[in-house]
């Protein structure tokens, strides 16, 4: 039956005395019924004129009966029909369409993308049929023949490609007709970079929705993951970032749909620095891509003590000592497969044109700051042979023998506060078998030696003197050739 939404008067009548008027049809014959209510009680003798913008032979003015109702026949065509019903001072109107027996019977269809299925609904004059039967037929579709549940509902699959969907319904002697046209399911594949992870994430969507357990190709230049998978519960797979810049495309594919995208990666980022705290501190700084990397290789060159190989802790720094006196080094930092280089001129604690003593000073200083497992007594005298000023070559007599063993193959010297030995001061102290004991008793000695010889001239000298003065007084043997074997020297 079709029904028709109760109206309220509109002229002349409180709220308690509105007219109701309801409108439907009989699902067997057609037939309209006009019922007129008020406060839910059927109003007798109302009066119904019908009218409609198409032939109909209902139209005309009735009485209603005992049952407030008035019957009206099957039209023959659809028509737009107008109802006003007086009663009294109250008056009210009402409209419906009203549609022949053999057009009753209707179907309509909605999509459920998310469940990828469509659904047909069949009805009469409004109502939902039970029991209709519902063929579905399209291009490259599992067509068939369904019937509907209590809800008038028929459900099928949503097709895989674009087509147009035929839905007939049809129950007794009715039918009803649709055609739709249907879109393929939407496939996408989408790409990002996780450069905090290292990976790159691919992820499959289906209509907006992830699609587990779809293929997916990768393929790049010289990227060594090349290859396919199989996306996981949240329609995604991980591969590793490159470690070059490229091109990286992925080929998605499920239920017999394909989507594709190609992407430019570019290659990770390693980077490194190197900062001074006031001439103290230096600190070596690794990262990737901004962030910190940790367990990267650090190698520090250059006339410095605290060169060497290192490896950078959680927050991706090494922490080392300032130089001396300034130098400059050179800093390469690795990790998984990248590289970094930065050069850097470290300040040191003593100017290059202060007093050697200041420098022997500090270095001293930092032998006791930084401690050590012996005495510094070895290391002070190392580093003060190696970086006295004095040792330079241009300085050095015929007879002094090779210079020092530090000195650069190609004649340059180590800089002061900065050669190998230097460096016990600022790795912690003098080498173990360092005695400053021994050499102190080594200087005592070396200087009771230069004061004896420093004598012993002395009295050639004097010797010397005698003998001039004895031969410029006629004094001399007369042979040139010294004083005579029994000549007593003391």
């Given at each position: 039956m079709l029904a028709v939404a109760m109206v309220p008067g509109t002229v002349g009548a409180a709220s308690t005395d509105a007219l109701q008027v309801g409108v439907t049809q009989d699902a067997d014959t057609g037939d309209a019924t006009v019922t007129v209510t008020r406060n839910e009680t059927a109003v007798e003798n109302a009066t119904v004129v019908v009218?409609?913008?198409?032939?109909?032979?209902?139209?005309?003015?009735?009485?209603?009966?005992a049952n407030g109702t008035v019957d009206l026949?099957?039209?023959?065509?659809?028509?737009?029909?107008?109802?006003?019903?007086?009663?009294?001072?109250?008056?009210?109107?009402?409209?419906a369409v009203l549609v022949p027996l053999d057009e009753s019977l209707d179907i309509s269809v909605e999509a459920d993308d998310a469940n990828d299925t469509l659904t047909a609904t069949v009805t009469q004059y409004g109502d939902a049929v039970e029991g209709a039967s519902v063929m579905v037929n399209g291009s490259a579709y599992d067509n068939g023949t369904?019937?509907?549940?209590?809800?008038?509902?028929?459900?099928?699959?949503?097709?895989?490609?674009?087509?147009?969907?035929?839905?007939?319904?049809?129950?007794?002697?009715?039918?009803?007709?649709?055609?739709?046209?249907?879109?393929?399911?939407?496939?996408?594949?989408?790409?990002?970079?996780?450069?905090?992870?290292?990976?790159?994430?691919?992820?499959?969507?289906?209509d907006g929705e992830p699609v587990e357990n779809a293929s997916v190709q990768v393929n790049g230049t010289d990227y060594a993951d090349n290859g396919t998978y199989e996306t996981d519960a949240n329609g995604t797979v991980e591969v590793a970032e490159p470690t070059t810049a490229?091109?990286?495309?992925?080929?998605?594919?499920?239920?017999?749909?394909?989507?594709?995208?190609?992407?430019?990666?570019?290659?990770?980022?390693?980077?490194?620095?190197?900062?001074?705290?006031e001439n103290e501190s230096v600190t070596i700084t690794v990262t990737e891509d901004g962030d910190a990397v940790e367990n990267a290789s650090v190698a520090v060159e250059g006339n410095y003590t605290d060169a060497?190989?290192?490896?950078?802790?959680?927050?991706?720094?090494?922490?080392?000592?300032?130089?001396?006196?300034?130098?400059?080094?050179?800093?390469?930092?690795?990790?998984?497969?990248?590289?970094?280089?930065?050069?850097?001129?470290?300040?040191?604690?003593?100017?290059?044109?202060?007093?050697?003593?200041?420098?022997?000073?500090?270095?001293?200083?930092?032998?006791?700051?930084?401690?050590?497992?012996?005495?510094i007594g070895q290391a002070v005298s190392d580093f003060v042979t190696e970086n006295n000023p004095g040792n330079a070559d241009d300085k050095r007599p015929d007879h002094a023998g090779p210079k020092n063993s530090s000195d650069d193959a190609d004649g340059e010297e180590d800089a002061p506060g900065n050669s190998d030995k230097a460096k016990n001061g600022n790795a912690g102290g003098p080498p173990e078998h360092a005695n400053n004991d021994k050499a102190n008793d080594e200087d005592e000695q070396q200087t009771a030696e230069t004061e004896e010889t420093d004598e012993e001239e002395t009295d050639d000298d004097s010797d010397d003197e005698s003998e001039?003065?004895?031969?410029?007084?006629?004094?001399?043997?007369?042979?040139?050739?010294g004083p005579p074997e029994h000549a007593n020297n003391n």
């Open positions: 009218e409609s913008s198409g032939n109909y032979s209902g139209n005309g003015t009735y009485a209603t009966g026949p099957n039209p023959q065509e659809r028509v737009n029909a107008t109802f006003t019903v007086t009663e009294g001072n109250n008056t009210t109107t009402a409209s369904y019937e509907t549940d209590a809800n008038g509902t028929v459900e099928v699959a949503e097709p895989t490609t674009a087509t147009n969907l035929t839905f007939v319904a049809m129950d007794g002697d009715l039918t009803a007709e649709t055609t739709v046209a249907v879109e393929a399911d939407d496939l996408d594949v989408s790409v990002e970079v996780d450069d905090a992870n290292d990976t790159v994430v691919a992820t499959v969507t289906q490229t091109n990286l495309t992925f080929v998605a594919t499920a239920d017999g749909l394909t989507a594709e995208t190609t992407v430019a990666v570019e290659a990770d980022d390693l980077d490194v620095s190197v900062s001074q705290d060497g190989e290192y490896e950078t802790d959680a927050n991706g720094t090494v922490e080392l000592t300032a130089p001396l006196q300034t130098v400059t080094v050179d800093v390469t930092a690795e990790y998984d497969g990248l590289s970094a280089e930065t050069t850097a001129t470290l300040q040191g604690e003593v100017a290059e044109d202060d007093p050697f003593g200041q420098l022997v000073s500090r270095f001293v200083e930092r032998l006791k700051d930084t401690g050590g497992d012996g005495p001039d003065d004895d031969e410029s007084n006629g004094n001399g043997n007369g042979n040139g050739g």
